[in-house]
């Protein structure tokens, strides 16, 4: 298991995540490039989930973690509640 500060969650799950796999990255002196090309993905797709412009999807979270060689709980931030995270918008009903 990784070694991570206890931090309360700000914004999506998903934004979280992707600032976990930015640490990991930063610990392990790797470029969001060389992660890109283990997934095989583009640089620009793998930037759109890291910066929050896309979502993470759960099977992108499980090969970004076997890309990096942690289990995908490692990624999630810790001390998280149902009330920590922010609801999507709700589809406006027709009335």
Do not use: W
Request: charge should be negative; glycine fraction near 6%; avoid cysteine.
């Amino acid at each position: 298991m990784t070694n991570r500060t206890p931090r309360r969650l700000k914004g999506s799950l998903s934004d979280a995540v992707a600032e976990e796999i930015r640490v990991l990255l930063t610990r392990r002196l790797m470029t969001q490039r060389e992660l890109a090309d283990k997934l095989g993905m583009s640089l620009q797709a793998l930037n759109y989930r890291l910066t929050g412009t896309q979502e993470l999807g759960v099977n992108e979270v499980a090969a970004i973690a076997k890309a990096l060689g942690v289990d995908p709980l490692d990624l999630m931030p810790t001390e998280i509640t149902a009330a920590d995270i922010e609801p999507e918008s709700a589809p406006a009903s027709a009335a």
